[in-house]
């Protein structure tokens, strides 16, 4: 069995403590079982033995093989000891609770496997849909009313927080928190109580907005390893089916899925275009400020280059204006100085300037002379 | 639990307790919600439902004197979410297909599902066809020998049912249960006895009861 991921030496010994603790609580808890708890404790202890052998088995045999001592343990305590039904679900649980608290960093997402890759793929299948709206998927929720908004986000930090649990129950159980929200929010935009119609759309929605970490390998990590009784028929186990059904149709998703035409659909997804732009309002309620303010942006650069593009072909145009005046000026000149040619007439010379050459000088007068008076 | 098995808990075989699972097929319209809605809470259309939802849904039943969980499953009927319907029905012991009785296309659809269910989970599947909407006898475009006859063509029981009368689901539900039970006994009965082998598929795991180095302390795989 490979290595834990190598996490903080504080993650490490806050996981230890924890493990100390389950088992002191399972200790004290089968106390109450008298012998029989005794003989689980026992079996437990052979069960994680067992695994520890097991290092180099496929993943899937641990799977099987944890699935069988549930079965066994649960079994033995009904027929051998007679513990009646509602006492084994509970001892069941707890069961589950101590040895998953142990085997959780061996065979939680194991290198073994191509759970991370998958994961992987979800992860940027997910991004890459960021521009689906609750419109294209009939999501049957108005997020513009203040609680139900509230409850989108509630959904979303349950379902987020899905990855930070280690037993597979708790992991469970978020799933249940996230769908009662779902519920919830339904509830209230429509009034009455959601059906499956309503239901499978929301929680598609909600997985597409909160791009859960490592979705896969936690859906891989209940199936393998969950008590099977609370997977298979009761309400968790309904919620989960639902979550594997929502992976499903966006791991599928195509055009004819979102009511869209091929083009539409591969425009949105190249990025080409965003159905968002138009829809700002209704995405406006919830979407983080960053994501709002990013959109304004955007829209105010494609203003600007709107109108940057429009100051251009303005400046063409009164160059073109500008040379195209001077040219008809030049020819208007010109047709004026052909129809009204020139002609400088000698009278003109008449007019001469004071300041010029006297030419007729002789004319005129001679200067006065003094004259000297007597006295 | 195996497919078909849902022999769940129960200490002595009178006080057999039996968990089924029952999904609910069928079109977007033909009254699902309102059906279950009206077997688990006796409410139509009612303001006071207090139900949050309508998608799972359980009942408790003691058929002569067999304790029976039921489990119903809801699942999303619009066309895009078709391809969805194995996740669903996986493991189920019975299915109810609903269509609406003056609307032709939704027994087609209810065929389809016939088909489908048939393919992927044999005979062990108990179907009932259920066509809903009593009430609106006058519109009817569905002919009772038709559906009937298609029913038992395929194996399946045909049920008329109004939700918002109250007609005809009490007996639906309850036959539905009578059939599982009879399907697992079947099943039981095939596998060798009781509930502790209806685990079926798990193999049996050696489990050594005395041996010493299991009281070692610490778990092998503590962190």
Known sequence: ?375 | MAAGGGGGAGGSSSSKTYSFKVVLLGEGCVGKTSLVLRYCENKFNDKHITTLQASFLTKKLNIGGKRVNLAIWDTAGQERFHALGPIYYRDSNGAILVYDITDEDSFQKVKNWVKELRKMLGNEICLCIVGNKVDLEKERHVSVQEAEAYAESVGAKHYHTSAKQNKGIEELFLDLCKRMIETAQVDERAKGNGPSQSGGARRGVQIVDDEPQAQSAGGCCSG
């Open chain 1, 1 to 375: 069995m490979k290595e834990a991921k190598a996490p903080s030496p504080s993650l490490t010994r806050q996981y230890s403590i924890e493990t100390d603790r389950v088992s002191k609580d399972f200790i004290e808890f089968l106390k109450t079982y008298h012998k029989a708890g005794h003989d689980v404790y026992k079996q437990c202890k052979v069960f994680l033995e067992t695994i520890h052998h097991k290092k180099e088995s496929n993943i899937d045999e641990l799977s099987e093989f944890t699935q069988d001592f549930y079965q066994n343990t649960a079994d033995k305590l009904q027929m051998y000891w007679k513990v009646p039904p509602n006492k084994v679900e509970e001892a069941m649980d707890q069961i589950e609770k101590f040895i998953m608290t142990r085997l959780y960093k061996h065979v939680f997402c194991p290198e073994t496997t191509d759970d991370e890759k998958k994961d992987l793929t979800v992860q940027k299948r997910i991004r890459a849909l960021h521009w689906v709206t609750p419109q294209m998927l009939c999501v049957p929720v108005n997020e513009d009313i203040p609680e139900v908004s509230d409850m989108v986000v509630k959904a979303i930090t349950d379902i987020i927080e899905m990855d930070s649990k280690r037993i597979p129950r708790d992991k469970l159980a978020c799933i249940t928190g996230c769908s009662k929200q779902i519920f919830n929010a339904i509830r209230i935009t429509k009034n009455e109580p959601a059906s499956a119609d309503d239901f499978l759309p929301t929680l598609i929605y909600i997985v597409l907005k909160a791009n859960p970490p490592r979705l896969q390998s936690n859906i891989q990590y209940i199936t393998r390893f969950c008590n099977p009784s609370r997977l298979m028929t009761g309400e968790d186990g309904y919620y989960f089916t639902n979550l594997c059904c929502a992976i499903a149709f966006i791991e599928k998703l195509d055009a004819q899925s979102l009511n869209l035409s091929e083009e539409e659909f591969s425009r949105y997804m190249s990025g080409q275009a965003s159905p968002k732009k138009q829809d700002t309002d209704i995405w406006d309620a919830d979407t983080c400020p960053g994501v709002k303010q990013m959109h304004r942006n955007l829209d105010l650069l494609s203003q600007l280059s709107e109108r940057q593009e429009r100051i251009v072909t303005g400046a063409k145009k009164l160059e073109k204006d500008l040379i195209d005046w001077t040219e008809e000026v030049t020819r208007e000149v010109q047709d004026i100085v052909e129809k009204y040619p020139l002609h400088i007439k000698a009278n003109s010379q008449a007019l001469a300037s004071i300041d010029s050459e006297n030419v007729e000088d002789d004319r005129l007068p001679p200067p006065l002379q003094p004259q000297v008076y007597a006295g």
